[in-house]
């Protein structure tokens, strides 16, 4: 039996440990030391690498097991005590029903191995915006993770000791082990079928059964700082959200903070870092996953980056795409699914090095760049303290959280949707966010070819029915004291594409010179027509000062296709048709006014 003072924590870690009888049990204090000792013993064991420690000190490298290598949508559920409040995207399941299911899983299933308990804070310890989880793992490699991408250890604890509330986070690999057994280096559940992501939203509450990695097992990052946090914000009036935080500065020294929300793999930690190419601007990185957001006492929306590290897509991150993350990745690094060089060096596709002449791939096997197969897995990871980005902002952990200017959201379209659109109005900006989406190919994942909308790039993380949650940002405008200090609102679009399939924009650091309008709006100097869809930058109010792009190019990306949005239209109207009576007022106006205007 541990002991506690908090009740709540105590009843709960002893239940659990009955339930899952491991051998030993480990409460985290979040020491350098405590890291190191781990480590070394996941070394010892086969299941990671130290790398060299003259190219990248304080480095190591994973292999997950070829099975266990994403999130997996299909089995995260939200088992919200009715199927109603999970909504049209969520898998739903009923809670005492997935809970007896998962007990007989959880039952005895950390035999051989120790539990970890892990007190974290989402967001600087203590910070008014910030929350804190406890997650209870059996995998040595989440607690490594964690101490990177969230703040764990004593000082939390002692918030809890206080009676800081806290998300009870439950995590095994599902791979209990026989006496005598030998472990494997990645343990997991055998089967996809075994794996399961669940949330009881009402509960406060994360069960993660089978798998051990990324967004299936750091229960703070997706399940705990969105689908769980964005359920608490609608109760109690803030939001979580799939955001970036950058920092501006203009080349007079003024300040500004943006939130952008992108599907994954839109560039969020590429943009989140960019070095701009327009002359005098500055861009320095707050956060690049995950904004938590509250109005402070002079009105405007302060947001607060609710982790501590990045977990970053390896493949395609270099020199060229992003500097200041492959600077950040040189040292104290988890990296998972890479290339191992016979030197002990990592390498990936896309890292702007050239392949080496042999290496060990993500799986283990021999690699030479002519034998077919990648050397890293398309979603390799690396975990990384944000602490030693190059360009971090200095108030990265202000408690106070920094004033957010304007949110961008954007997504991956080819055609339609140009460079950039300002919203009118918050509620015409809500309703940009509700219709962001990218478009996908049948072949690509499954899906009917189209465009697959991804509110706030929110489909995969939100905890409970989409069309109160697009009601709940509609709420928030309404709750503002003074609406003239809400952000202002812009559609992205970095992907649109030419006749001949080619990306039009050239996207990374050129992206500065969006910011720049953007920013330039907000301080009252920079010009916008309005249209039928918003306001898009008036002609010659976009910098595009020694940037290689044709007059017609520049047309085409700034201009309103009247045919393709009527074309959008309809398949909007489709889309909203899946939310039933949930479809916020709010949102079907600002439709039928898109299609008056346009006609
Ligand atoms: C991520 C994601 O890992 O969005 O951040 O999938
Ligand atoms: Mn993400």
Same mark, same amino acid.
């Given at each position: 039996?541990?002991?506690?003072?908090?009740?709540?924590?105590?009843?709960?870690?002893?239940?659990?440990? *009955?339930?899952?009888?491991?051998?030993?049990?480990?409460?985290?204090?979040? /020491?350098?030391?405590?890291?190191?000792?781990?480590?070394?013993?996941?070394? !010892?064991?086969?299941?990671?690498?130290?790398?060299?420690?003259?190219?990248?000190?304080?480095?190591?490298?994973?292999?997950?097991?070829?099975?266990?290598?994403?999130?997996? %949508?299909?089995?995260?559920?939200?088992?919200?005590?009715?199927?109603?409040?999970?909504?049209?995207?969520?898998?739903?399941?009923?809670?005492?029903?997935?809970?007896?299911?998962?007990?007989?899983?959880?039952?005895?299933?950390?035999?051989?191995?120790?539990?970890?308990?892990?007190?974290?804070?989402?967001?600087?310890?203590?910070?008014?915006?910030?929350?804190?989880?406890?997650?209870?793992?059996?995998?040595?490699?989440?607690?490594?993770?964690?101490?990177?991408?969230? =703040?764990?250890? $004593?000082?939390?604890?002692?918030?809890?000791?206080?009676?800081?509330?806290?998300?009870?986070?439950?995590?095994?690999?599902?791979?209990?082990?026989?006496?005598? %057994? *030998?472990?494997?280096?990645?343990?997991?559940?055998?089967?996809? !079928?075994?794996?399961?992501?669940?949330?009881?939203?009402?509960?406060?509450?994360?069960?993660?059964?089978?798998?051990?990695?990324?967004?299936?097992?750091?229960?703070?990052?997706?399940?705990?700082?969105?689908?769980?946090?964005?359920?608490?914000?609608?109760?109690?009036?803030?939001?979580?959200?799939?955001?970036?935080?950058? *920092?501006?500065?203009?080349?007079?020294?003024?300040?500004?903070?943006?939130?952008?929300?992108?599907?994954? #793999?839109?560039? *969020?930690? $590429?943009?989140?870092?960019?070095?701009?190419?327009?002359?005098?601007?500055?861009?320095?990185?707050?956060?690049?996953?995950?904004?938590?957001?509250?109005?402070?006492? !002079?009105? =405007?929306?302060? &947001?607060?980056?609710?982790?501590?590290?990045?977990?970053?897509?390896?493949?395609?991150?270099?020199?060229?795409?992003?500097?200041?993350?492959? %600077?950040?990745?040189?040292?104290?690094?988890?990296?998972?699914?890479?290339?191992?060089?016979?030197?002990?060096?990592?390498?990936?596709?896309?890292?702007?090095?050239?392949?080496?002449?042999?290496?060990?791939?993500?799986?283990? $096997?021999?690699?030479?760049?002519?034998?077919?197969?990648?050397?890293?897995?398309?979603?390799?990871?690396?975990?990384?303290?944000?602490?030693?980005?190059?360009?971090?902002?200095?108030?990265?952990?202000?408690?106070?959280?920094?004033?957010?200017? #304007?949110?961008?959201?954007?997504?991956?379209?080819? /055609?339609?949707?140009?460079?950039?659109?300002?919203?009118?109005?918050?509620?015409?900006?809500?309703?940009?966010?509700?219709?962001?989406?990218?478009?996908?190919?049948?072949? +690509?994942?499954?899906?009917?070819?189209?465009?697959?909308?991804?509110?706030?790039?929110?489909?995969?993380?939100?905890?409970?029915?989409?069309?109160?949650?697009?009601?709940?940002?509609?709420?928030?405008?309404? &709750?503002?004291?003074?609406? &003239?200090?809400?952000? /202002?609102?812009?559609?992205?679009?970095?992907?649109?594409?030419?006749?001949?399939?080619?990306?039009?924009?050239?996207?990374?650091?050129?992206?500065?010179?969006?910011?720049?309008?953007?920013?330039?709006?907000?301080?009252?100097?920079?010009?916008?027509?309005?249209?039928?869809?918003?306001?898009?930058?008036?002609?010659? +109010?976009? !910098?595009?000062?020694?940037?290689?792009?044709? %007059?017609?190019?520049?047309?085409?990306?700034?201009?309103?296709?009247?045919?393709?949005?009527?074309?959008?239209?309809?398949?909007?109207?489709?889309?909203?048709?899946?939310?039933?009576?949930?479809?916020?007022?709010?949102?079907?106006?600002?439709?039928?006014?898109?299609?008056?205007?346009?006609?």
């Amino acid at each position: 039996m541990l002991s506690f003072k908090n009740s709540l924590l105590e009843e709960w870690i002893n239940e659990v440990v *009955k339930l899952c009888q491991p051998d030993s049990i480990h409460l985290c204090d979040g /020491s350098q030391q405590e890291y190191d000792i781990l480590m070394q013993e996941m070394v !010892d064991a086969g299941m990671a690498i130290s790398l060299n420690q003259e190219k990248k000190p304080g480095c190591f490298l994973f292999r997950s097991h070829p099975t266990d290598v994403a999130r997996v %949508e299909n089995r995260t559920f939200i088992a919200s005590k009715k199927q109603e409040d999970a909504g049209p995207t969520n898998n739903w399941v009923d809670p005492i029903e997935l809970k007896a299911t998962m007990t007989k899983l959880y039952s005895g299933c950390m035999k051989g191995r120790v539990l970890y308990i892990i007190p974290f804070s989402m967001g600087p310890i203590g910070s008014p915006i910030s929350k804190i989880g406890v997650e209870i793992t059996d995998s040595a490699y989440v607690v490594a993770n964690m101490r990177i991408m969230t =703040r764990i250890g $004593n000082e939390v604890l002692a918030l809890i000791e206080e009676g800081w509330e806290f998300v009870k986070c439950l995590h095994s690999v599902g791979k209990p082990l026989e006496p005598g %057994e *030998k472990d494997s280096t990645w343990p997991c559940a055998p089967s996809i !079928d075994q794996k399961y992501i669940s949330h009881f939203p009402e509960e406060r509450l994360i069960w993660s059964y089978g798998s051990g990695y990324g967004g299936n097992a750091l229960l703070g990052k997706k399940c705990f700082a969105l689908r769980i946090a964005c359920v608490q914000a609608k109760d109690e009036g803030w939001l979580a959200e799939h955001m970036l935080i950058l *920092k501006i500065t203009d080349p007079k020294g003024k300040i500004a903070y943006i939130c952008g929300a992108f599907p994954s #793999a839109c560039g *969020k930690t $590429n943009l989140a870092m960019l070095t701009p190419t327009v002359p005098g601007w500055k861009v320095e990185t707050i956060g690049d996953d995950i904004s938590w957001m509250k109005f402070g006492e !002079d009105g =405007r929306l302060y &947001a607060i980056n609710a982790e501590s590290g990045f977990f970053g897509v390896v493949p395609g991150t270099s020199m060229q795409s992003n500097p200041a993350a492959m %600077e950040t990745i040189q040292k104290n690094t988890i990296y998972t699914n890479v290339g191992l060089t016979d030197d002990g060096d990592v390498w990936w596709e896309g890292s702007g090095i050239p392949a080496p002449e042999h290496l060990i791939d993500w799986e283990g $096997n021999d690699w030479t760049p002519d034998c077919g197969k990648t050397a890293a897995h398309a979603n390799a990871r690396f975990t990384t303290p944000a602490a030693q980005c190059p360009v971090i902002a200095p108030e990265w952990e202000d408690p106070a959280g920094v004033p957010v200017s #304007a949110i961008l959201i954007g997504g991956r379209r080819a /055609s339609t949707i140009p460079l950039v659109i300002e919203s009118f109005n918050w509620e015409h900006g809500i309703f940009l966010g509700s219709i962001m989406g990218s478009e996908t190919t049948a072949a +690509a994942i499954g899906l009917a070819a189209g465009v697959r909308r991804d509110p706030f790039a929110m489909l995969p993380f939100m905890g409970y029915h989409v069309g109160d949650y697009l009601q709940h940002w509609l709420d928030i405008g309404k &709750a503002a004291k003074d609406p &003239a200090k809400l952000p /202002s609102i812009y559609m992205v679009n970095w992907f649109r594409k030419n006749e001949e399939g080619k990306f039009i924009w050239p996207g990374y650091g050129e992206n500065s010179r969006v910011l720049k309008w953007i920013v330039e709006r907000a301080e009252g100097t920079g010009e916008a027509v309005a249209t039928s869809i918003g306001n898009l930058p008036a002609p010659k +109010a976009l !910098d595009i000062n020694g940037l290689n792009i044709s %007059e017609n190019d520049l047309e085409m990306i700034l201009h309103v296709d009247k045919e393709a949005w009527l074309a959008e239209i309809d398949s909007i109207r489709e889309n909203f048709k899946s939310y039933g009576e949930k479809l916020p007022p709010g949102l079907s106006s600002q439709l039928e006014s898109l299609k008056e205007r346009l006609s």
